[in-house]
Protein backbone atom coordinates (compact mmCIF):
# COMPACT_ATOMS: atom_id res chain seq x y z
CA UNK A 1 0.00 0.00 0.00
CA UNK A 2 1.62 3.43 -0.91
CA UNK A 3 0.75 4.89 2.42
CA UNK A 4 2.21 1.94 4.22
CA UNK A 5 5.94 2.91 2.52
CA UNK A 6 8.71 4.73 4.61
CA UNK A 7 8.63 8.47 4.48
CA UNK A 8 11.60 9.41 1.67
CA UNK A 9 14.80 8.87 3.17
CA UNK A 10 17.32 11.87 2.33
CA UNK A 11 20.19 9.81 -0.06
CA UNK A 12 18.71 6.57 1.65
CA UNK A 13 20.24 7.99 5.15
CA UNK A 14 18.41 7.14 8.50
CA UNK A 15 16.90 9.80 10.24
CA UNK A 16 19.41 11.27 13.10
CA UNK A 17 16.23 11.54 15.19
CA UNK A 18 15.07 7.57 15.16
CA UNK A 19 18.55 6.70 16.27
CA UNK A 20 19.29 5.25 19.95
CA UNK A 21 23.31 5.71 21.34
CA UNK A 22 23.64 2.02 20.72
CA UNK A 23 22.56 2.67 17.01
CA UNK A 24 24.90 6.06 16.61
CA UNK A 25 27.96 3.56 18.26
CA UNK A 26 27.31 1.14 15.31
CA UNK A 27 27.05 3.76 12.90
CA UNK A 28 30.95 4.60 13.91
CA UNK A 29 30.40 7.49 16.06
CA UNK A 30 33.53 9.20 16.58
CA UNK A 31 33.12 10.57 19.51
CA UNK A 32 30.53 9.72 22.85
CA UNK A 33 27.37 8.06 21.49
CA UNK A 34 25.62 8.72 24.39
CA UNK A 35 26.77 12.62 24.47
CA UNK A 36 25.80 13.04 20.68
CA UNK A 37 22.61 11.45 21.43
CA UNK A 38 22.26 13.86 24.54
CA UNK A 39 23.28 16.76 22.23
CA UNK A 40 20.25 15.96 19.33
CA UNK A 41 17.37 15.05 21.73
CA UNK A 42 17.66 18.20 24.51
CA UNK A 43 16.59 20.98 22.63
CA UNK A 44 17.08 23.51 25.72
CA UNK A 45 20.96 22.96 24.51
CA UNK A 46 20.69 23.87 20.71
CA UNK A 47 21.87 26.89 19.18
CA UNK A 48 20.40 28.39 16.54
CA UNK A 49 17.41 25.78 15.93
CA UNK A 50 19.63 23.13 15.49
CA UNK A 51 22.06 20.54 18.05
CA UNK A 52 25.29 22.07 19.32
CA UNK A 53 27.80 19.64 17.68
CA UNK A 54 31.35 19.85 17.83
CA UNK A 55 32.24 20.17 13.89
CA UNK A 56 33.65 16.66 13.72
CA UNK A 57 30.87 14.60 14.82
CA UNK A 58 28.76 17.02 12.96
CA UNK A 59 30.30 16.09 9.44
CA UNK A 60 30.67 12.77 10.46
CA UNK A 61 26.60 12.20 11.43
CA UNK A 62 25.63 14.48 8.20
CA UNK A 63 27.16 11.64 6.02
CA UNK A 64 25.37 8.77 7.93
CA UNK A 65 21.85 10.47 8.89
CA UNK A 66 19.53 12.87 7.74
CA UNK A 67 19.65 15.87 10.21
CA UNK A 68 16.81 17.71 8.65
CA UNK A 69 13.69 18.93 10.88
CA UNK A 70 10.19 19.14 10.20
CA UNK A 71 9.96 22.99 9.52
CA UNK A 72 7.53 24.95 11.54
CA UNK A 73 5.61 26.60 8.76
CA UNK A 74 2.39 28.26 10.37
CA UNK A 75 1.46 29.54 13.87
CA UNK A 76 -2.27 30.87 14.65
CA UNK A 77 -2.95 31.89 17.95
CA UNK A 78 -6.83 31.52 19.32
CA UNK A 79 -8.38 33.39 22.12
CA UNK A 80 -7.81 30.36 24.46
CA UNK A 81 -3.74 31.02 24.87
CA UNK A 82 -3.66 27.73 22.23
CA UNK A 83 -1.78 28.13 18.92
CA UNK A 84 -2.46 25.40 16.44
CA UNK A 85 0.88 25.19 14.31
CA UNK A 86 1.24 23.42 10.73
CA UNK A 87 4.82 21.52 9.97
CA UNK A 88 6.26 20.84 6.76
CA UNK A 89 7.71 17.14 6.57
CA UNK A 90 10.76 16.24 3.93
CA UNK A 91 8.43 15.40 0.97
CA UNK A 92 6.54 18.92 1.59
CA UNK A 93 3.31 16.79 3.27
CA UNK A 94 1.75 18.95 5.99
CA UNK A 95 0.90 17.72 9.98
CA UNK A 96 -0.39 19.93 12.17
CA UNK A 97 -0.23 20.31 16.24
CA UNK A 98 -1.25 22.03 19.08
CA UNK A 99 0.42 24.04 21.81
CA UNK A 100 -1.40 24.10 25.04
CA UNK A 101 0.46 25.97 27.91
CA UNK A 102 -1.14 25.02 31.11
CA UNK A 103 -3.37 28.05 32.19
CA UNK A 104 -2.64 27.90 35.85
CA UNK A 105 1.05 26.37 36.83
CA UNK A 106 3.57 27.63 33.87
CA UNK A 107 5.86 26.61 32.59
CA UNK A 108 4.14 23.21 31.75
CA UNK A 109 3.75 22.70 28.04
CA UNK A 110 0.99 20.02 26.16
CA UNK A 111 1.39 19.05 22.55
CA UNK A 112 -1.31 17.46 20.70
CA UNK A 113 0.61 15.84 18.01
CA UNK A 114 0.12 13.70 14.87
CA UNK A 115 0.77 10.25 14.41
CA UNK A 116 0.20 10.04 10.42
CA UNK A 117 -0.22 12.38 7.36
CA UNK A 118 -4.18 11.93 7.55
CA UNK A 119 -6.11 8.71 8.90
CA UNK A 120 -7.64 5.81 7.25
CA UNK A 121 -10.40 5.08 9.91
CA UNK A 122 -12.48 7.03 7.93
CA UNK A 123 -15.05 8.19 11.34
CA UNK A 124 -17.67 10.26 9.56
CA UNK A 125 -17.82 13.48 12.26
CA UNK A 126 -13.87 13.60 11.67
CA UNK A 127 -12.32 16.52 9.30
CA UNK A 128 -8.87 14.24 9.31
CA UNK A 129 -11.19 11.16 8.58
CA UNK A 130 -12.09 12.91 5.50
CA UNK A 131 -9.36 13.21 3.77
CA UNK A 132 -8.25 9.56 3.61
CA UNK A 133 -4.24 8.63 4.90
CA UNK A 134 -1.41 10.11 2.34
CA UNK A 135 1.17 8.03 4.73
CA UNK A 136 2.83 7.12 8.39
CA UNK A 137 5.19 9.10 9.99
CA UNK A 138 8.60 7.68 11.01
CA UNK A 139 9.83 7.12 14.13
CA UNK A 140 12.17 9.94 13.23
CA UNK A 141 9.29 12.53 12.19
CA UNK A 142 7.60 11.93 15.19
CA UNK A 143 10.72 12.65 17.02
CA UNK A 144 11.70 15.44 15.11
CA UNK A 145 8.04 16.99 15.32
CA UNK A 146 8.70 16.96 19.26
CA UNK A 147 12.06 18.43 18.82
CA UNK A 148 11.24 21.10 16.45
CA UNK A 149 7.92 22.58 18.24
CA UNK A 150 10.40 22.47 21.24
CA UNK A 151 13.21 24.14 20.16
CA UNK A 152 11.00 27.08 18.56
CA UNK A 153 8.03 26.99 21.89
CA UNK A 154 9.28 25.33 24.62
CA UNK A 155 9.53 23.95 27.43
CA UNK A 156 12.90 24.48 28.51
CA UNK A 157 13.24 20.70 30.11
CA UNK A 158 11.39 17.18 29.28
CA UNK A 159 9.94 17.26 32.62
CA UNK A 160 7.80 20.04 31.64
CA UNK A 161 6.45 18.53 28.36
CA UNK A 162 3.17 16.71 28.13
CA UNK A 163 2.06 14.75 24.82
CA UNK A 164 -1.22 13.29 23.70
CA UNK A 165 -1.56 11.68 20.22
CA UNK A 166 -4.62 13.25 19.46
CA UNK A 167 -3.23 15.17 15.96
CA UNK A 168 -3.61 14.08 12.68
CA UNK A 169 -3.73 9.52 12.38
CA UNK A 170 -4.74 6.87 14.41
CA UNK A 171 -1.43 5.99 16.18
CA UNK A 172 -2.35 2.25 16.69
CA UNK A 173 -2.14 2.21 13.02
CA UNK A 174 1.22 3.35 13.02
CA UNK A 175 2.40 1.04 16.07
CA UNK A 176 6.00 0.18 15.10
CA UNK A 177 7.15 3.50 14.27
CA UNK A 178 4.65 4.86 17.51
CA UNK A 179 6.52 2.91 19.84
CA UNK A 180 9.78 3.73 18.62
CA UNK A 181 9.61 7.21 19.01
CA UNK A 182 8.05 6.82 22.62
CA UNK A 183 11.43 4.90 23.59
CA UNK A 184 13.37 7.36 22.41
CA UNK A 185 11.07 10.04 24.11
CA UNK A 186 11.62 8.29 27.24
CA UNK A 187 15.57 7.40 26.54
CA UNK A 188 16.85 9.27 29.89
CA UNK A 189 19.75 10.59 27.93
CA UNK A 190 17.27 12.54 26.08
CA UNK A 191 14.20 14.39 26.71
CA UNK A 192 13.36 11.62 29.63
CA UNK A 193 9.52 11.67 29.10
CA UNK A 194 7.68 9.74 32.20
CA UNK A 195 5.47 7.13 30.58
CA UNK A 196 2.64 8.86 32.42
CA UNK A 197 3.28 12.11 30.07
CA UNK A 198 2.31 10.50 27.25
CA UNK A 199 -1.03 9.74 26.34
CA UNK A 200 -2.19 7.73 23.14
CA UNK A 201 -5.49 8.09 21.96
CA UNK A 202 -7.34 5.53 19.88
CA UNK A 203 -10.47 4.97 18.06
CA UNK A 204 -10.21 1.26 19.66
CA UNK A 205 -7.91 -0.67 17.30
CA UNK A 206 -7.87 -3.78 19.69
CA UNK A 207 -5.05 -5.60 17.43
CA UNK A 208 -2.85 -2.41 17.85
CA UNK A 209 -4.06 -2.06 21.88
CA UNK A 210 -3.48 -5.04 22.95
CA UNK A 211 0.06 -5.03 21.59
CA UNK A 212 0.62 -1.89 22.96
CA UNK A 213 -0.66 -3.45 26.21
CA UNK A 214 2.59 -5.62 26.58
CA UNK A 215 4.80 -2.34 25.40
CA UNK A 216 7.22 -0.88 27.27
CA UNK A 217 7.41 1.61 28.14
CA UNK A 218 3.80 1.38 28.10
CA UNK A 219 1.70 5.40 27.45
CA UNK A 220 -1.45 6.04 29.08
CA UNK A 221 -4.59 4.98 26.80
CA UNK A 222 -7.53 7.37 25.78
CA UNK A 223 -10.50 5.63 23.96
CA UNK A 224 -12.40 7.11 22.02
CA UNK A 225 -16.10 6.21 22.54
CA UNK A 226 -19.01 8.32 20.54
CA UNK A 227 -21.54 6.08 20.54
CA UNK A 228 -23.02 3.18 22.73
CA UNK A 229 -24.70 0.82 20.79
CA UNK A 230 -22.84 -1.23 17.78
CA UNK A 231 -25.77 -0.45 15.07
CA UNK A 232 -24.57 3.81 16.07
CA UNK A 233 -20.88 3.50 16.47
CA UNK A 234 -20.42 1.32 12.99
CA UNK A 235 -22.38 3.79 11.37
CA UNK A 236 -20.09 6.58 12.30
CA UNK A 237 -16.72 5.00 13.42
CA UNK A 238 -15.89 1.95 10.39
CA UNK A 239 -12.89 0.18 12.84
CA UNK A 240 -16.09 -0.81 15.05
CA UNK A 241 -17.68 -3.09 12.19
CA UNK A 242 -14.51 -4.96 12.89
CA UNK A 243 -13.98 -4.60 16.26
CA UNK A 244 -17.02 -4.18 18.31
CA UNK A 245 -18.01 -2.35 22.29
CA UNK A 246 -18.06 -5.92 23.47
CA UNK A 247 -14.64 -6.61 21.76
CA UNK A 248 -13.22 -3.56 22.94
CA UNK A 249 -14.41 -3.05 26.72
CA UNK A 250 -12.59 -7.04 26.70
CA UNK A 251 -9.44 -5.94 25.54
CA UNK A 252 -9.58 -2.33 28.58
CA UNK A 253 -10.09 -5.86 30.67
CA UNK A 254 -6.94 -7.19 29.51
CA UNK A 255 -4.87 -4.32 29.53
CA UNK A 256 -4.39 -4.48 33.12
CA UNK A 257 -4.45 -1.17 34.86
CA UNK A 258 -1.31 -0.41 37.06
CA UNK A 259 -1.64 1.49 39.92
CA UNK A 260 -2.02 5.26 39.64
CA UNK A 261 -3.44 4.74 36.22
CA UNK A 262 -6.68 5.62 34.70
CA UNK A 263 -7.94 5.42 31.12
CA UNK A 264 -9.24 8.56 29.54
CA UNK A 265 -12.29 7.85 27.28
CA UNK A 266 -13.57 10.68 24.81
CA UNK A 267 -17.39 10.81 23.66
CA UNK A 268 -17.69 13.52 20.92
CA UNK A 269 -21.69 14.72 21.57
CA UNK A 270 -23.38 15.08 18.22
CA UNK A 271 -26.83 16.20 18.03
CA UNK A 272 -29.21 13.61 17.71
CA UNK A 273 -26.89 10.63 17.03
CA UNK A 274 -25.76 10.12 20.17
CA UNK A 275 -26.82 12.89 22.80
CA UNK A 276 -29.87 11.21 24.43
CA UNK A 277 -30.37 9.95 27.99
CA UNK A 278 -30.57 6.72 27.41
CA UNK A 279 -27.10 7.10 25.51
CA UNK A 280 -25.56 8.18 28.71
CA UNK A 281 -27.26 5.22 30.37
CA UNK A 282 -25.68 2.83 28.23
CA UNK A 283 -22.24 4.51 28.33
CA UNK A 284 -22.37 4.11 32.37
CA UNK A 285 -23.61 0.15 31.54
CA UNK A 286 -20.65 -0.38 29.15
CA UNK A 287 -18.04 1.04 31.47
CA UNK A 288 -19.17 -1.30 34.18
CA UNK A 289 -16.43 -1.28 36.66
CA UNK A 290 -14.41 0.82 35.10
CA UNK A 291 -16.08 3.54 36.27
CA UNK A 292 -14.10 3.79 39.36
CA UNK A 293 -10.96 4.26 36.94
CA UNK A 294 -11.36 6.58 34.37
CA UNK A 295 -11.92 10.20 33.02
CA UNK A 296 -14.45 10.75 30.39
CA UNK A 297 -14.40 13.35 28.34
CA UNK A 298 -17.43 15.01 26.71
CA UNK A 299 -17.07 16.70 23.82
CA UNK A 300 -19.48 18.85 22.15
CA UNK A 301 -18.75 18.10 18.45
CA UNK A 302 -16.57 21.22 16.70
CA UNK A 303 -18.54 21.58 13.28
CA UNK A 304 -16.36 21.94 10.30
CA UNK A 305 -17.44 21.76 6.53
CA UNK A 306 -16.16 18.04 5.99
CA UNK A 307 -19.62 16.74 7.86
CA UNK A 308 -23.34 17.58 8.59
CA UNK A 309 -23.18 16.88 11.92
CA UNK A 310 -24.48 19.44 14.69
CA UNK A 311 -23.04 19.91 18.10
CA UNK A 312 -25.90 19.80 20.44
CA UNK A 313 -27.62 22.30 22.49
CA UNK A 314 -25.73 23.49 26.06
CA UNK A 315 -28.55 22.02 27.72
CA UNK A 316 -28.17 18.42 26.28
CA UNK A 317 -24.62 18.43 26.82
CA UNK A 318 -25.20 19.00 30.57
CA UNK A 319 -28.48 16.98 31.33
CA UNK A 320 -26.16 14.23 29.45
CA UNK A 321 -23.37 15.31 31.82
CA UNK A 322 -25.79 14.73 34.82
CA UNK A 323 -26.83 11.61 34.26
CA UNK A 324 -23.29 10.03 33.77
CA UNK A 325 -22.74 11.71 37.28
CA UNK A 326 -25.71 10.54 38.95
CA UNK A 327 -24.07 7.02 37.82
CA UNK A 328 -20.86 7.69 39.52
CA UNK A 329 -18.70 8.46 36.26
CA UNK A 330 -15.57 10.97 36.51
CA UNK A 331 -17.13 14.01 34.18
CA UNK A 332 -15.39 16.87 32.42
CA UNK A 333 -17.10 19.03 29.47
CA UNK A 334 -14.31 19.96 27.34
CA UNK A 335 -14.70 23.06 24.64
CA UNK A 336 -11.88 21.77 22.89
CA UNK A 337 -9.10 24.00 22.60
CA UNK A 338 -8.61 26.10 19.45
CA UNK A 339 -12.12 26.22 18.56
CA UNK A 340 -11.62 29.17 16.86
CA UNK A 341 -9.49 28.24 14.58
CA UNK A 342 -9.95 25.03 13.55
CA UNK A 343 -7.28 23.63 15.50
CA UNK A 344 -9.64 21.99 17.54
CA UNK A 345 -9.63 18.18 17.94
CA UNK A 346 -10.87 16.38 14.42
CA UNK A 347 -10.27 19.40 12.50
CA UNK A 348 -6.62 19.06 12.58
CA UNK A 349 -7.15 18.77 8.28
CA UNK A 350 -4.77 20.49 5.40
CA UNK A 351 -5.58 22.92 2.78
CA UNK A 352 -6.81 22.00 -0.63
CA UNK A 353 -5.13 19.23 -2.45
CA UNK A 354 -4.65 17.33 0.82
CA UNK A 355 -8.28 17.35 2.00
CA UNK A 356 -9.77 15.70 -1.43
CA UNK A 357 -11.49 12.72 -0.95
CA UNK A 358 -10.58 11.37 -4.29
CA UNK A 359 -6.82 11.34 -3.76
CA UNK A 360 -4.31 8.04 -4.29
CA UNK A 361 -4.46 6.54 -1.29
CA UNK A 362 -8.16 7.47 -0.90
CA UNK A 363 -8.70 5.40 -3.27
CA UNK A 364 -6.94 2.65 -1.35
CA UNK A 365 -9.36 2.53 1.74
CA UNK A 366 -11.71 -0.26 2.47
N1 LIG B 1 -7.32 8.74 15.97
C1 LIG B 1 -7.30 8.92 17.37
C2 LIG B 1 -6.63 10.21 17.79
C3 LIG B 1 -6.91 11.42 16.95
S1 LIG B 1 -8.58 12.01 16.99
C4 LIG B 1 -8.69 8.82 17.96
O1 LIG B 1 -9.66 8.77 17.21
O2 LIG B 1 -8.79 8.72 19.18
C5 LIG B 1 -8.61 12.83 18.56
C6 LIG B 1 -9.98 13.00 19.16
O3 LIG B 1 -10.74 13.93 18.41
C7 LIG B 1 -10.81 11.72 19.22
O4 LIG B 1 -11.33 11.54 20.53
C8 LIG B 1 -11.95 12.01 18.28
O5 LIG B 1 -13.12 11.31 18.67
C9 LIG B 1 -12.08 13.51 18.40
N2 LIG B 1 -12.77 14.14 17.29
C10 LIG B 1 -12.75 13.78 16.00
N3 LIG B 1 -13.53 14.61 15.26
C11 LIG B 1 -14.05 15.51 16.12
C12 LIG B 1 -14.91 16.64 15.97
N4 LIG B 1 -15.39 16.99 14.79
N5 LIG B 1 -15.24 17.33 17.08
C13 LIG B 1 -14.74 17.00 18.29
N6 LIG B 1 -13.90 15.97 18.49
C14 LIG B 1 -13.55 15.23 17.41
FE1 LIG C 1 -8.91 8.97 12.48
FE2 LIG C 1 -9.33 9.56 15.07
FE3 LIG C 1 -10.41 11.07 13.09
FE4 LIG C 1 -11.34 8.62 13.52
S1 LIG C 1 -11.42 10.33 14.95
S2 LIG C 1 -10.84 9.50 11.50
S3 LIG C 1 -9.49 7.54 14.08
S4 LIG C 1 -8.23 10.81 13.53
Known sequence: MPWDRPAPERGGLPSAWSLFPEDLAALGCPGSALETFRRLHRPWTWQDGA?????GIRRWLEGVADLSLPRLVEQQPSE???????????????????HMPRRVRNPRVTYCVSSQVGCAMGCTFCATGSMGILRNLQAGEILGQVLALMAALGPDRGHELTLVFMGMGEPLHNLENLHRAIRLLCHE??????????????????????????????????LSLNATTDEARSRTMPVNRVWNLARLREALDRWGLRRGEKFTFEYVLIAGENDTEADAERLADWLGDLRSAHNLNLIPLNEHDASTFRTPEED??????????????????RRSRGRDIQGACG????????GRKDNEVGQERG
Open 51 to 55: PALGP
Open 80 to 98: DGSTKLALELGDGKRIEAV
Open 189 to 222: SGLGLGKGRITVSTAGLVSGLEKLALMEPRPLLA
Open 316 to 333: RVQAFAQRLKARGCFVTV
Open 347 to 354: QLVKAPGL
